[in-house]
Antibody, heavy 116, light 105 residues
Framework: EVQLVESGGGLVQPGRSLKLSCVASGFTFSNYGMNWIRQAPGKGLEWVAYISSGSSYIYYAETVKGRFTISRDNAKNTLYLQMTSLRSEDTALYYC?????????WGQGVMVTVSS | IQLTQSPSLLSASVGDRVTLSCKGSQNINNYLAWYQQKLGEAPKLLIYNTNSLQTGIPSRFSGSGSGTDYTLTISSLQPEDVATYFCYQYNNGNTFGAGTKLELK
């Protein structure tokens, strides 16, 4: 069974940094591209970043480009999102999701709250 | 590409045929998916590439469309279909629509 488990969220002050992790199991992690997708409270979904299976291709939403860094460690079956210069508008539930274009597998999400 | 979903709220009865719309600001070239999100849950993939039904999804769900206009149809609404539905394009960048909330009348 495919499982994606996010962690690392919490309350952080504006301008500070936070690193999210997503541990994958139940499939060969190194074969799949991975994404971070977020959802602000009571709002819709926003795709954040994508990383290909071998980390050769990386894409970001314009809203996070230059502040967030997606990475992965295939030996540890883990996806990361390093978030810096956090803003109040980054407050959201962050999901990791498997796939290049359509996402059949999602984690349960991890909450990030940016507030002073 | 921006996606506009309509209506934003839809009330329907069990057994109704329900149609949700998603319109792109540019040609999407059929690179469109539909997700269902129930309260407190992660989104679930229903349809990809406009009309391909994801494994395990009931056949009452179907997708159609081309160009800029796409539709998700539920042929006979069931109580468990109460959810918010998002369209998502991956033709040019990656964009979700704002969602259609489907409730029972």
């Amino acid at each position: 069974e495919v499982q994606l488990v996010e962690s690392g969220g919490g309350l952080v002050q504006p301008g500070r940094s936070l690193k999210l992790s997503c541990v994958a199991s139940g499939f060969t992690f190194s074969n799949y591209g991975m994404n971070w997708i977020r959802q602000a409270p009571g709002k819709g979904l926003e795709w954040v970043a994508y990383i290909s299976s071998g980390s050769s291709y990386i894409y970001y939403a314009e809203t996070v480009k230059g502040r967030f860094t997606i990475s992965r460690d295939n030996a540890k079956n883990t996806l990361y999102l390093q978030m810096t210069s956090l803003r109040s508008e980054d407050t959201a539930l962050y999901y990791c999701a498997r796939g290049r274009d359509s996402y059949a597998h999602w984690g349960q999400g991890v909450m990030v709250t940016v507030s002073s | 590409i921006q996606l506009t979903q309509s209506p934003s709220l839809l009330s329907a009865s069990v057994g109704d045929r329900v149609t949700l719309s998603c319109k792109g600001s540019q040609n999407i070239n059929n690179y469109l998916a539909w997700y269902q999100q129930k309260l407190g849950e992660a989104p679930k993939l229903l349809i990809y590439n406009t009309n391909s039904l994801q494994t395990g999804i009931p056949s009452r769900f179907s997708g159609s469309g081309s160009g800029t206009d796409y539709t998700l149809t539920i042929s006979s609404l069931q109580p468990e279909d109460v959810a918010t539905y998002f369209c998502y394009q991956y033709n040019n960048g990656n964009t979700f629509g704002a969602g259609t909330k489907l409730e029972l009348k």
